[in-house]
């Protein structure tokens, strides 16, 4: 059991009786000065503030740490993650701030430019790729 809500309800009723008593104001404005003196903060909504301000890439966020990614590219790599909804183009994983984003023209011609031919992919999964390219 809560000891200090228990006590600070009897402290409120003690209160509320008072109040009662040596004002003659009805239940309903006795109720309204018992809510100033006593601002009710519930124990739940002290435990949500606190967690609030830990975001980590660990607690599922991934779409959240991903956008923030793509704000650290530019141009050509940016449109593509959004294109791509921010999910490597090779292994299908989202993105996190683990890991470096890769742009990765998908013909070997880093002249082509053609959005047909761009993909973004994890720097392991672009060393993948062209590992398996040059095995071929
Ligand atoms: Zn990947
Ligand atoms: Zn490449």
Redesign the pocket.
Known sequence: MDGSRFSLYHLQNRAYKVFNKETKQDRHSSKKLLDRAFPAVSYSENKHVNVKGNKSPFDGDLTYWSERNSKLYDGETSKVLKRQNH???????K?TSE?RVHLHHIDGNHNNWKTKNLIV??Q???Q?VHMSKNAS
């Open positions: 999910t490597c183009g090779h292994c299908g994983l993105f890991e992919i994890h392991s999964c672009h993948y």
